[in-house]
């Protein structure tokens, strides 16, 4: 082979030798740590501007209650709830919370991602509808598909 493939073949050997590292989170250039380690004020300005906005103005009767729970959550245990308005923050993160949407409640746990994002943003409230194919007398030409 040529040096130009006997290149190749070694940048291929090279690649697969380095096993994958689990690329560490980062919000805002902050590790998870760090997130944890700072006061609540420097977290809300890091943090887009609904979110913030929401904590400014203070949050509501409902909102504060649930605040509370999932701060206190345990290690595995669920809270339950209506309220999806509530934006999420470092704390909450491990923490596993269940949702209605209307019809059941939705479970998910909080991961690192989620930071900023309210928590009705993960549990959908509408279906998407599913059509199955054109019924009898549908379209014209649904008169000539053969019947079963």
């Keep these: 082979g040529s040096a130009k493939a006997s290149r190749r073949k070694s940048r291929k050997k090279?690649?697969?030798i380095q096993a994958r590292r689990k690329k560490e989170f980062l919000y805002r250039g902050y590790t998870m740590e760090e997130l944890l380690a700072m006061p609540f004020?420097?977290?809300l300005g890091l943090m887009p501007a609904r979110p913030r906005r929401t904590f400014v103005r203070?949050?509501?009767y409902e909102?504060?209650?649930l605040f509370d729970n999932i701060k206190a959550a345990g290690e595995g245990e669920v809270v339950r709830t209506h309220v999806k308005s509530l934006p999420i923050i470092p704390e909450f993160v491990g923490k596993t919370v269940s949702i209605y949407n209307g019809k059941e409640f939705k479970e998910f746990e909080i991961k690192p991602e989620m930071i900023g994002h309210f928590l009705?943003?993960?549990v959908l409230t509408r279906k998407m509808p599913e059509h199955s194919g054109p019924g009898v007398g549908a379209t014209r030409s649904s008169k000539f598909m053969p019947l079963k």
């Design 58 to 60: 203070g949050l509501n």
């Design 120 to 122: 009705g943003e993960f």
């Design 41 to 43: 004020d420097e977290i």
């Design 14 to 16: 090279a690649s697969l």
């Design 63 to 65: 909102q504060q209650l």
